[in-house]
């Protein structure tokens, strides 16, 4: 059995051949596509985000609206930049939003991908210590959201407070027990997946990661899982560690389907730069008659590895076409490989 979940990265843009042309749209319509995909049989609803861009950035809200408007689906992000994050203030928007949804919240978490604008997170006022790079800073922010998630007190109390205070020190508050344990780490190369294992976080691994062997791009993002489950053991965790992949995949039931997706042209891996200095691949979208996306998708490595998949989705496509796309997969590609 694998989970199976969706990504939306919640673009907008005013264009007339889009459903989703305001910060309006995008927002009610991923509570609506939440709502469409625990019906059809989903198992997550998983958002990116991005800042400075017309797409979904701050989470939170639409996390605990979604929490509010559905009762099983786990609700996600994949993932937060953490060199924009304040670690206190995310961990009380975070517990609320886990105590909304009744614990079902599973937060993705990363050093972030480039931006929309140069040193974006300086705007948010923040910067990197002295001797720090903004990966650097990043890890640190993540590393005091751990710990202040693990909601013991650390804060000195008043003594003359506003309200009564419970003994000792405080902790931030709301805390929700077990979202510590429901924290997933963004990684593109192996030595950070690694480096998520040590302290606990589960894993998530996108559609590109760092080229580091040249070899194929799911052969490669297996190995990165495989590496990661070794430091998990190793670090001597007592639970075990989810692992997430993401996948753009299409089953070409209808005309629609077929007119979107089926001209053939997203079947090989990419090689690009996601900055000056690294090498990343970019992993093969999948497109095609369900009978040929099972005989496709059983030789992908990664996916075998992972015990989650999340499809990604055009959200400027609309609601109902995205709970097609989602149903499609369940329907009639997951039951002949053994994820349902």
């Known amino acids: 059995m694998k989970k ?3 990504l939306s990265f919640g673009h907008w843009t005013p264009s007339p051949q889009s459903q989703t042309r305001s910060a309006a749209d995008a927002l009610l319509q991923s509570i609506d596509l939440a709502v469409a995909a625990e019906e059809v049989g989903a198992d997550g609803a998983y958002f990116r985000v991005h800042h400075f861009a017309r797409q979904l950035a701050s989470p939170f809200p639409l996390l605990s609206a979604i929490g509010a408007k559905t009762s099983r689906i786990e ?6 930049d953490m060199r924009y994050e304040n670690p206190l ?3 009380e928007d975070a517990g609320s939003a886990d105590i909304i949804a009744g614990g079902r919240l599973q937060l993705g978490i990363s050093r972030g991908s480039p931006e929309q604008v140069i040193d974006g997170w300086r705007h948010f006022g923040y910067q990197p210590a002295d001797g720090e790079t903004e990966s650097d800073m990043a890890r640190r922010h993540a590393e005091v959201l751990l ?19 419970p003994p000792g020190l405080l902790r931030v508050e709301p805390h929700s027990a077990g979202l510590r344990d429901r924290i997933w780490w ?3 190369s192996n030595a950070t997946a690694v480096w998520a294992a040590k302290l606990g976080m589960n894993l998530q691994s996108s559609t590109l990661k760092d080229d580091e062997t040249g070899l194929p791009f799911h052969v490669q993002q297996a190995d990165q899982i495989r590496a990661y489950r070794e430091a998990w053991k190793a670090a001597g965790h007592t639970r075990a560690p989810r692992v997430s992949v993401s996948r753009s995949i299409f089953a070409l039931v209808d005309e629609r389907d077929r007119a979107y997706f089926g001209h053939g042209n997203q079947h090989e891996d990419k090689i690009g730069f ?3 200095k690294t090498r990343a691949i ?3 979208s999948y497109a095609a008659e369900p009978d040929v996306l099972i005989e496709q998708l059983a030789k992908d490595e990664a996916i075998a590895e992972a015990d ?6 055009p959200n400027q496509l609309g609601v109902d076409y995205n709970a097609h796309v989602i149903e499609a997969i369940l329907k009639h590609v997951a039951p002949a490989l053994g994820w349902r």
């Open 4 to 6: 199976i979940g969706f």
């Open 75 to 80: 609700i996600g992000t994949a993932v937060i």
């Open 89 to 91: 203030y995310m961990a």
């Open 147 to 165: 710990d202040i998630l693990r909601g013991e007190g650390f804060a000195a109390p008043n003594p003359r407070p506003m309200f009564p205070n």
């Open 186 to 188: 963004g990684a593109s």
């Open 274 to 276: 996601i900055d000056d």
């Open 282 to 284: 970019f992993g093969r």
């Open 308 to 313: 989650t998949l999340l499809l990604t989705v």
